[in-house]
């Protein structure tokens, strides 16, 4: 089945205490982004990669940091989280974004964090 | 930096039609994606436009105006599963910005 999938779904963390989000897609996408949600604010753009090794700040990069080793993984870092970067958020990836091809973006489930 | 507009709200009654609005003022501009997310769900996609005009997708249509800064998604025979949140979004080379979206409660 194709999916993004992300990892944990649900995390209640420490300020200081570094962690890291999995977010994983089997659809060869080339382009993956990671968004957080909050209310009022709607979905910013955290960092988003064109392909391999190519990662680009999105809106809201401050505090987070991520990487993009292989196609299918792009995982959010959160080295010192704080209370603000409590958010609802998400991965997407979708096969091409620029250009001719599909701009379709597939979501994962999201993952609910809370640093206390 | 870019400034996306979109109404917070709207009601309208099953089998109704309605249409949500969208404006932007962009530094750079590829296309306007238009997504809908039902509560406690991830968004899924409706549809990007990049030219200007009408795009129907079955009860679905989303137009764009480029010169305006302006798009809208007019949603049609309204069921009671549209019930949702429905969000443009401005891609410019990678990035995208959304608008804070539009819940439509449709009413029986």
């Known amino acids: 089945e194709a999916q993004v999938t992300q990892n944990p779904r649900y995390l209640i963390t420490v300020t200081g205490k570094k962690l890291t989000v999995t977010c994983s897609q089997n659809?060869?996408?080339?382009?993956m982004s990671w968004y957080r949600q909050d209310p009022g604010l709607g979905l910013r753009q955290i960092y988003y990669?064109?392909?391999?090794?190519?990662?680009d700040k999105g809106d809201v990069p401050e505090g987070y940091k991520v990487s993009r080793k292989e196609k299918r993984n792009f995982p959010l870092i959160l080295e010192s989280p704080s209370p603000n970067q409590t958010s609802l958020y998400f991965c997407?990836?979708?096969?091409?974004?620029?250009?001719?091809?599909?701009?379709?973006?597939?979501f994962g489930p999201g993952t609910r964090l809370t640093v206390t | 930096g870019q400034n996306i507009d979109q109404p917070t709200e709207m009601t309208a009654t099953e089998g109704a039609i309605v249409q949500i609005n969208c404006t932007y003022q962009?530094?750079?501009?590829?296309?306007l994606f238009w997504y809908q997310q039902h509560a406690g769900e991830a968004p899924t996609f409706l549809s990007y436009?990049?030219?200007?005009g009408l795009e129907e997708k079955g009860r679905f249509s989303s137009f764009l105006s480029r010169s305006k800064g302006y798009s809208y998604l007019l949603l049609k025979e309204l069921q009671m599963k549209d019930s949702a949140s429905y969000l443009c979004?401005?891609?410019?080379?990678?990035?995208?910005?959304f608008g804070a979206g539009t819940q439509v409660v449709v009413t029986p």
């Open positions: 979004a401005v891609h410019s080379w990678g990035k995208l910005q």
């Open positions: 436009n990049v030219l200007d």
């Open positions: 659809m060869n996408h080339e382009y």
């Open positions: 997407a990836s979708s096969l091409v974004f620029g250009g001719s091809g599909s701009y379709e973006q597939y």
């Open positions: 990669s064109m392909n391999v090794e190519v990662t």
């Open positions: 962009t530094s750079g501009f590829n296309g």
